[in-house]
């Protein structure tokens, strides 16, 4: 078997592809990470924390999750806490519209991967993505 | 009783009083501690000019001579100190300050010599008075050119203030001062051995009350006093007392010169007569002193108040809508998202009816949002008449507290919601709702200290 970026392992008759979940409250958001990704991942989705949380023990395989930091009634760092307590060794990519020093450096402290600022495209979509599961690989 | 040793006691209660006051209310203050040696230094000097007066031979009298002058001596450099630190240039001048305390210890540690002052001799309506001697002349030299220098400090910062407050005290300052200092040179001429009496020592109380009142009423030394209404009702009574006193005086002489007939009938008369109208003399001096520095009436400042509060609100809601823009800015931020990431695959994927069904659905969706948030922003801008519909008023808190999210994060503040009402809908207009709403929460974001918004 050999790993690629692509999230696509190789060598398997089923084509295994590696698990990404999309937390977000909006439908357009959800969808444009969907357009992006679902060509390489296996794409899941959740519109709020509890749909998360109740996705990933369904999906214990999920490898990544795309989180918006700003959802209602919950904070998005709050949900990042709340994940990493049930599923630590999950990647979390942050996608959040505040390009703020002060956010990003919370994320991170709290476990997150990266950070990812709306608007985005798709070059810098499908980087971060790799770029995560390949850190994840190799640990 | 003469006036004299009247008005030099008075100078000297109220001068040693203000020191006493201005200094312990601000122990930490260049001005505050240089004004409390200013005024402690008056005192001194009319404390002892009263105890001169009363002199009953020489030897007593030269004493008092040279110990009022250990006050005065340090008059001037004392003013230059107050003067330089209330202009703001007490450390930019600091030598100069420096100098002048040390001419005043070189004047003082003269004393016991007969070269600054030799003594005293009767010269005043029998009072006894300081005499000259050899080098009195650098000290006169000293006084004019520190108090003139003093005076042209505070001029200066007076002319370059932009402050409007600042201005005032700054004028009412230089215009006590100016007078206090012209009144204080009346002094010089007697020592000299020139026939001028020192009329303007009845007059230096009243410069000192006038700064008493300015600073219990007009924060001038940045001092609030709890027992403000006290102070400046003392402080006139004192002032109001002395000219009721030198009104009864001189009224007396004047009908005992008249008529040769003494009565304390007539003295009762005339001190009831003058009573009366002191009220009306308190509150005209008043009215002047408020109009003249500090640009009105009553009235006239609390419309200056109003215009003041109508500024606050104004600026209040000009922070809310900045506010709300950064948070409808960031709203924006999703449905441009959305439209962008769907245009960008429309090239390759434009044949695929799926996702041109999801490219109208969501494009049509997202633009409609975003004429929704821009109209939002527009509509709390502008003034609106009170509609009143039925919202649900936790759905406005939270809307509210989305816009503040960044803020709460830069701020490190955790956001506790608890909504204990059951029923949520309310009859209200949501916009000015939403508006009041986030003035509360960004004053509330300003001023917390516990680093919880519950």
Known sequence: MRNNPTGIIEGDANMKREHVLICDDEEGIRE???????????????SNVKEALDYLKDNPQTNLILLDIKMPRVDGLEALRQIKKTQPAIEVLIVTGYRSIETATEAIKNGAAGYIVKPFDKAQILKAVQETLEKKRST | MNLYPTTAILTSIIAFAMALL??????????????GL???????????????YLSRNKQQAIVYAKLLNA???????TFLHFSLAFAGEHIKKRNLILSGYLLSFIFLSSLPTPLVIEGASEKLFGFYYPDAGLFYIFFVLMFFLFCGYSEYAIFKEHKKCKDHLKRNQFKYVLTATGIGFLCAATYIPLVLNMPIPPIGGHFIFACLCLIAYSIARHKLLDITIVIRKTLIYSTLIALITTIYMIG??????????????????????????IALFFIPIKNKVQHFVDKAFFKGTQEQIARENE???????RNEKLKAVATLAAGMAHEIKNPLTSIKTFTEYLPERYKDPAFREKFSKIVGNEVDRIDKIVHQLLDFAKPAPLELTEVNIHQILDETLELLSNNLVKKKIKLIREYHRS????????????????NIFLNSLDYNVSGLLK
Do not use: H
């Not at chain 2, 200013?38 to 001169?52: E, K």
């Not at chain 2, 006050?71 to 450099?77: E, I, L, R, T």
């Not at chain 2, 215009?307 to 609100?313: C, P």
């Not at chain 2, 029923?423 to 986030?438: E, R, T």
């Open chain 2, 38 to 52: 200013f005024c402690f230094s008056v005192g001194w000097f009319s404390l002892f000019l009263t105890f001169l």
């Open chain 2, 71 to 77: 006050g005065g001596f340090f008059v001037p450099s």
């Open chain 2, 248 to 273: 009864v005086l001189l009224t007396e002489k004047y009908f005992q010169t008249l008529f040769g007939y003494e009565s304390l009938m007539i003295t009762i008369v005339i001190a009831s007569t």
């Open chain 2, 307 to 313: 215009r003041l509060r109508q500024e606050i609100r």
């Open chain 2, 423 to 438: 029923n949520p809908i309310i009859k209200a207009d949501s916009n000015q709702l939403k508006q009041v709403f986030l």
């Open chain 2, 22 to 35: 201005v200094y312990l209310k601000r122990p930490k203050s260049t001005i505050n501690k240089a004004a």
């Open chain 1, 32 to 46: 444009s990470l969907n357009l992006i990704l679902s060509e390489q991942y296996t794409i899941g989705f959740a």
